[in-house]
Each structure stands twice: as C-alpha cells, then as structure tokens.
C-alpha cells in the first residue's frame, strides 16, 4: 500500500476480468469438487512424469514439482479461505516445502486472483445495504491486494484515505468444513489417531475462525496499537466501526513498501538495523508484557518505509495468540541459559511441554532430550545475547542445516504423532515468521538479553 491520492487506474476502468474471479466454491460438496478435480491432475502429473522416465525420456522432478505446484496454487486461490492459508504458513517455512511450492505459496503473503468488481459491490451492499459507491465517497473497485482470507480496496471519505478489508464470501463457514474434509483423508495418509491429534486441529481451527471476525480484528487491533503506542519506529492504522462490520473492515491506509518491493531500493544498514530493531521491540514487548502477539508475521503483514531512519506500518490483527501464563513460563524457561547447561531441568520441561511422555523407552527420551538441547540451542541464541545479527551468514547456515537434519532424521520421520503443548503451534509460527523477516533485513538488533538476563 502506498500513500497516494485515489485516482482513476487503469485496472480500475478496464478490469482483468481472466485474473478476477467472478464466483468462489463455498459448499461442502463444491469445495469437495474441486479438491478431487485438483487431485485427479496432480496424479496425472505423476503418471506422465513417469511414463516419460519410463520410456527413457528425460523428465525432470523440478518440472513436476512446478507442474503441481501451479495446479495446486490454482486451486487453493479459487478456494481461497483455511486451504489457501495453510499453504501460506507452509510458505513461511523455507525449507519445508521444494522451491516450486514454496515460491509459488507465498504469493498468498500478497497477491492472489481477487472477486470481480459486481462480486465485491455485492458483499458491500449486503453488509451495508448500500452499494460501496454510496458507503465511501470514493472507492477503487479492483482490489489492490488479495489473500487468502480477503482483500483490500483504496478508497476515500471525508478527506481520509481507507483501506477497505472485504472477506471472501462464505469464507467463515468454510473453515470447519475444509477441516472436517481433509481430516480424515490426512489421518489415513499420516497414520495418525484423531484423538492425538484433536487439540492441534481445534486450536488451528480456532485461530483460522478467529480470522474471519473482523470485529474481533477491529478490537484488537485499537487494543494492541494503543498498548504498544510507546514503542519507537512503529505505525498502526487506526480503525473505522462505523464503517466495519464483521465482513468488512474498513482502517487507515498506511504508507510503504512490501519487504521485497522495499529490500529493491537498497537501503542502507543502519535503516535495516532500525526496523529490525522496531520488529524484534514489538515482538518482545507483546510476549512478555501483553502476553499475546501478532501471530501472523509474514511478510505482507507489514509495511516498510525508510523515513525517520526506518520506520514499519503493522497490518492485520486476524491472528492474534493470548498466552496462558503457563505456557509463558514454560515457553521462556526453555530458553534460558540455565535450562540448556541443566539438562533434568530441561527434561522436566519438556515432560510439562509433553514433548517427553512417560511411556518412552530410555533410548527415545535420549533422542528428544538431545534433539530439542541442539534446536532449542540454536533456535534460542537470539534470546540469550544482548545483541544479534540476523545477518549472520553462518547462523542462517546453521538453521538450514538444522531444520534439513530434522526432516531427514529417521526417528522423527517414524514417529508421527505430534508431540508439544498445542498452544506452541502459533508461538513457534510467530517466531519462524519474526526471523524470517529479520535475515531477510539482515538486520542487527539490540536484543536486551530478556531471557535469562
């Protein structure tokens, strides 16, 4: 988003009409449709790449990857809602996923195909029984962004400049179907029990529902600015209820780049430092004091400018973990220096984790025990130092490395049952996003050694 006056586009006055989409599936049985269609090319994907091999033709998996990838991404957009979320939070994840999927999933950090211009005039009269023509005094009619939960439209009232959030139809009660759909095709695949896994699928299940009640957003996104109004080097958009609803959200519309647009015009160390060091404050600051975060931090979440020596817009309070105080000492113990050179200490926390069970055979719970010392080592070092550089090539290295060993290690691919306190799901996808954007800023902060100081 830029700060600029709302004037006629192009794309406003000659819609792509190929690129908008005009209708999305939101029944059970439509969403179930288009899952088997998907499936039904991506298994003929696998049957040419192989009958090729087969023939002595060569054929690449690169190319198959691609193939699917892009079936895959077609899919999810037209679905857009949890599907096309998960395969964002999996984006975020870099060595999760091949390359293929993984640059083509994170397009939904920032633009997917977004509803046609009647589409999106419809789901403005219905939340406010007047078309957005008569809601705004002036309102874009082609999306400048779309994600996966909605998109966000420029348009103007009483001088200001808003950017108008519109959900997808019929997103919300997607959610529970799409689970209720993949569930039992992902515990046949896995070989997981339901019960295991129940706690993990109804806390993300909650956070995705949580994500589509914009008044919620609303709320907490005044709470949180107000709260975190004293933190240097931020901007917080200020929001509209008058002009929101539960499927409409309706704010400020902030200045600055997305970070790839904004890392393009080379910006100097010291403005990388500075808003690194606002995103690193902002984190901490929600962690340990309001004992709740942001819990969506990719990268189309922020806006970055390099005014006033770098200063980031924060966006979209859809996610947002609360965190019981348990899980916050435990989630802070584990990062301590003390717990790290105590290694029954360490135990005994991961036994509250429930990453240990008492059911483990000595072998196993020496196996987790080291494992979790090596990630928690690694993972935690920023916690630990009064000063970081995210820049760092040899500790960027180091977690690649880490995170390939653990998706190659031989008794973690055999043990499938998910292991951890459920509410570590959004914490951990908080700080996998936080050092993303960090090493991509190459940014050196001043840490304040919180943990373990």
């Known amino acids: 988003m830029s700060n600029e006056t709302l004037k006629p586009d192009p794309t406003d006055q000659e819609p792509a009409e190929s690129r908008q989409l005009a209708s999305l599936p939101t029944t059970k049985v439509a969403r179930a449709a288009r899952f088997a269609k998907t499936g ?78 009647p589409l999106v005039t419809k789901v403005l009269r219905d939340a406010f029984g007047r078309s957005p023509f008569e809601v705004f005094d002036e309102f874009g009619i082609n999306a400048r962004q779309a994600a996966s939960i909605g998109q966000v439209h420029l348009a103007r009232k009483n001088g200001l400049q808003l950017a108008v959030k519109v959900q997808y139809p019929g997103v919300a009660d997607s959610i529970q179907s799409d689970i209720r759909l993949v569930k039992p095709i992902a515990l046949r695949v896995l070989g997981l029990d339901e019960a295991t896994v129940r706690p993990y699928l109804e806390e993300v299940e909650a956070r995705l529902l949580e994500e589509t009640n914009y008044a919620l957003e609303l709320q907490r996104g005044t709470e949180i600015a107000t709260e975190c109004a004293h933190l240097a080097h931020l901007e917080f958009p200020k929001y509209y209820p008058e002009l929101s609803t539960n499927r409409v959200l309706t704010m400020d519309w902030l200045s600055g780049q997305h970070l790839n647009e904004f890392l393009a015009t080379n910006p100097s160390q010291q403005v990388r430092n500075q808003l690194g060091q606002a995103l690193w404050d902002f984190y901490a600051f ?168």
Do not use: W
């Open 40 to 117: 039904l090319k991506v298994g003929a994907n696998y049957v040419k790449h192989y009958a090729k091999r087969a023939a002595g033709v060569t054929s690449e998996t690169q190319d198959l990857h691609a193939a699917n990838a892009a079936e895959l991404y077609g899919a999810l957009s037209e679905m857009k809602g949890s599907v096309l979320k998960v395969a964002q939070m999996l984006a975020m994840e870099k060595n999760m996923l091949p390359t293929a999927y993984s640059d083509l999933f994170a397009q939904a950090q920032y633009q997917s195909p977004p509803l046609s211009g």
């Open 286 to 453: 929600q962690l340990h004091t309001l004992h709740r975060v942001h819990a969506d931090p990719h990268p189309g979440n922020f806006l970055l400018r390099a005014d006033h020596g770098g200063t980031v817009g924060v966006l979209d309070f859809g996610c947002v973990k609360e965190i019981p105080a348990d899980v916050y000492a435990l989630f802070t113990a584990l990062l301590t220096p003390e717990t790290l050179a105590d290694e029954a200490c360490l135990a005994d926390l991961l036994t509250q984790a429930g990453v240990l069970r008492p059911e483990d055979s000595p072998a196993r719970r020496a196996f987790y025990l080291q494992t979790m010392q090596a990630s928690l080592e690694l993972v935690g070092r920023p916690f630990r130092q009064s000063t970081f550089d995210f820049g760092d090539p040899a500790y960027l290295a180091a977690l690649y490395q880490l995170g390939d060993e653990l998706m190659q290690e031989p008794e973690l691919r055999k043990q499938r049952e998910p292991r951890g306190s459920e509410h570590f799901i959004y914490l951990n996808r908080t700080y996998v996003g936080l050092y993303a954007l960090l090493t991509e800023l190459r940014a050196a902060v001043q840490t304040g050694a919180l943990v373990g100081a």
